[in-house]
């Protein structure tokens, strides 16, 4: 039930939300982040009521149907000179979700009505006939980069609170969240959306897009702000967001993503890289699990933490065309402090490779109470850059196993570690939580990299936590590498 409140205060929490609701093409007030702000906190005291289902007549497209649904470019917003264009996305299929979406000029917004003449409605989607209630189930954002001789898309928000982006060179790979609530656990998680969204008319000469975003869920509304910024080495995404509780949250997952992992040969990233403020560095690789893991990483405080796609060469991928070599590594960097918690990584098997079967995201230490406030600030970077910071850096696990133990071959790398002479005396420590390890060597490979081997002995078919790195005498060369090795 909603929290009572008087009859003033209702007035004035029903007129904040009526302004984020506004019908279509009418003119709001002015709009920026503190309006947004407003409008979740009044919405926070009402109670979540369940958006409208999909239409049935476009919840019954098939993938290929819903194909034939594409945006016609030449109906793009902001075409009249500006470094960016706006196109709008359908709705049907898997795209349920409705976003009311709104651009701002000089401060004020006007809600823009679904027009099907945004879309060409081709083969046998010719005859469909369109309901101006439909809406939308989100927007992507073009650019010409230098390198670009056209406007491409270079970042996309659609479904729940799901956004992409890629850098020069790059296709979608991993994909971003604004929040997640209970996920991972044995209930179902809850799904907030990105119920409005403000997009700012960028200026002549701007070097990024604005805009704000309302979420809405049963637990939780919020206020977003985006700073979207494009570039050839990374896209960047900064973050600032109002959170407001309408009741408990067991399980907060903040920055949330998602990403596939198949094979290894066949993955949008191959492991989860995570940074304390400490100064440590911990890379976790991917793996297919029978079953669902759910694996959690404690800190003090966190640098950053990201689903890196490390392995670029295309000639250790499945040769299908889907450029897994050019998917964006995803990192995310509190700019304030986030205090203590831990990064959780999920795993579960997929057998087809359109499911996502991997998650990342932090969990605050202290659980959500109904009626809280929570701030926070954070970079989302799509990127096809290396952390060189982090020292060496692993960049293959393979393993084998037989009736006594299972082998290892770990491969890192770093300009120094190609640099040190085949007999420099580097030291492999290697750890495990349960058995014991054996013939641990580090030793040069003929194309410069190193390769560090170890043999876990089990103990009794227990799962087993490990950890590696390399040192020279006192110095750490390496990153942690991180493994949990399921029970035999």
Known sequence: MPRPY??????????LVFAASAPA???????DFDSVKRKAEALARQQYEHPAPLPKILAKLNYDQYRLIAVRHERAFWRDGLPFRLEL????????DKMNLSLVKNGRAERLPYDPGLFQYRGEMANLKSDPTWGYSGFRLLCKLASWSQFQEFCLFQGAS??????????????????????????????PI????????????????????????????????FVITPGVKETTLDIDCELHF????????????????SSPDMHDADGLLMAGTDGEWLWRPLARRDGKNVSRFEWAGLRGFGLMQRDRDPKNYADNGTQYESRPSVWIMPRTPWGEGAVELLEFRSD????????????PKRPVKKGERMTLAYRVAFTAAEKEDAGGRFIRTSRSEDKGGVSFALTCTSK???????????????????????????????????????????DGGRPSELRAHVRRQKDVLTETWSFLCPQK
């Open 162 to 191: 799901y956004f992409r982006a890629i850098c020069d060179d790059q296709v979608y790979g991993t994909s971003a969240r604004g929040l997640a609530v209970d996920i991972g656990m044995s209930r179902p998680e809850e799904f």
């Open 352 to 363: 087809v490779e359109w499911v996502d079967n991997i998650a990342a995201w932090w969990v």
């Open 89 to 96: 996305l359908h709705r049907g299929f898997m795209a349920k």
């Open 416 to 458: 120094a570690l190609r640099a040190m002479d085949a007999k420099a005396a580097l030291t492999p420590v290697v750890t495990s939580s349960t058995g014991r390890i054996a013939e641990a060597t580090c030793t040069k490979l003929p194309d410069g990299n190193w390769e560090l081997r170890f043999r876990l002995i089990r």
């Open 246 to 261: 309408r009741r408990p949250v067991e399980k907060l997952g903040i920055a949330p993503m998602s990403s596939m992992w």
């Open 25 to 31: 093409g009418a003119k709001e007030e002015r709009i």
């Open 194 to 225: 990105f119920r409005d969204f403000w997009l700012e008319r960028p200026a002549a000469d701007a070097q990024s897009v604005r805009a704000w975003a309302l979420l809405d869920g049963p637990s939780v509304t919020g206020a977003y702000q």
């Open 6 to 15: 008087t009859q003033i205060g209702a007035a004035i929490a029903w007129l």
